[in-house]
């Protein structure tokens, strides 16, 4: 008898400074799904690193591309490039495999990832730096009857001291509490921190295979990034402008 292809799922998470690859897989029907990852420093090239890391992981596990059922891809918020990156891959991949899109919350892989490593965390706030003195956050609920994550508030941009506190004992997690200190207000009621917990392609592919199991995919041309955010930089009109209610006595030809 043949052996049976196991089931698999791909992993991409470009959204800060790692490449973040893997793939989940199934060796027969009921086992343990397996996850092998690769997450290395590339700063600003991750592109050039992703379909290599792809390749290495699928060597690994013994499979191939066409053994995978869906790529599920950081959809944000993060690094604008890297969010384009993970999300123009995983539907390049899709579209030629014939196979869905599974879009993961960044933070949310946070959870996953804090939630690997403290069993009795359920409720996980994530705050994650998100630059120009800004915080991403997004609360979750770790529901043991679903077996899978709720959404209490979706991902949101936040001063510091605005992010608000969970009403029952919560775990902290991402770098925002490193990054701002005492700025971060909500790190002072947190039951356990966890700074360490950032985004990551090996949670992401455990989170993605929740959402693929759960129905929660789609066709190729939905991979589409979350920004959150919805401009890192003013454009040329608006920093004139600015610079003119400045400075309303300086010509504009000057």
């Not at 770098?175 to 207000?185: R, T, Y």
Request: charged share 20%; proline share 6%; hydrophobic share 45%.
């Amino acid at each position: 008898m043949a052996a049976m292809i196991p089931k698999a799922l791909l992993a991409l998470d470009t959204s800060t400074d790692f490449c973040s690859v893997a793939v989940l897989y199934l060796k027969h029907a009921s086992s343990v799904p397996c996850v092998i990852s690769r997450h290395e420093y590339t700063g600003p090239v991750s592109g050039i690193r992703v379909l290599p890391a792809v390749r290495e992981v699928l060597g690994e596990a013994k499979l191939v591309l066409a053994d995978c059922e869906a790529v599920a891809f950081g959809a944000g918020p993060g690094s604008f490039t890297g969010l384009r990156i993970a999300a123009g891959v995983s539907q390049g991949l899709a579209f030629g495999l014939g196979i869905p899109v599974v879009p993961i919350c960044t933070l949310l892989a946070c959870a996953e990832r804090a939630r690997e490593s403290d069993s009795d965390a359920r409720r996980l706030l994530v705050a994650l730096d998100a630059r120009m003195g800004g915080v991403y956050w997004a609360d979750f609920v770790w529901d043991d009857v679903l077996d899978d994550w709720r959404v209490y508030h979706p991902a949101a941009l936040s001063a510091p001291d605005s992010v608000p506190v969970p009403d029952e004992p919560f775990t902290l997690a991402g770098n925002a509490s490193s990054v701002f200190g005492d700025a971060l207000c909500v790190a002072t009621r947190a039951r356990v921190i966890d700074s360490y917990a950032m985004p990551h392609a090996h949670s992401l592919a455990i989170v993605g295979w929740y959402a693929f199991m759960a129905g929660r995919s789609f066709p190729a041309r939905l991979a589409i990034p979350e920004y959150v955010r919805d401009t890192v930089a003013k454009t040329i009109s608006e920093r004139a402008m600015e610079f003119a209610i400045k400075d309303p006595c300086r010509k504009s030809n000057e």
